[in-house]
């Protein structure tokens, strides 16, 4: 009968690990970072507030119907507020970790 504590040595190679993957590795295999995703998140709302001043424009001189310039210009608005509420729930839990006593 075998003890817990010698489940691996019957392999030869001492007791078994599951993290067998160095961290390095682990790291390189991961998705983005969050500041990655930040980053693609800002350039897309940054091309957004283009596309709508660029509709303005278009409307303005009656290549586009009032309708699309207008739906450009919300998707423009809401994807900007959504941007500012992530920027606050980010600092909100950056104050929060800040006020923490270690």
Known sequence: MTDINGIGSGLGKGPISLNTEP??????????????????????????????????????????????????????????KLLAQVRNKAMAAYNEIMRMQV
């Open 23 to 80: 961290l390095a590795s682990r790291v390189q295999r991961r998705s983005p970072g969050f500041s990655d995703r930040l980053k693609s998140a800002v350039l897309d709302v940054n091309s957004k507030q283009h596309i709508g001043d660029a509709s303005i424009e278009a409307v303005i001189q009656g290549e586009m119907g009032i309708h699309e310039g207008m739906m450009a210009l919300g998707k423009a608005n809401t994807s900007l």
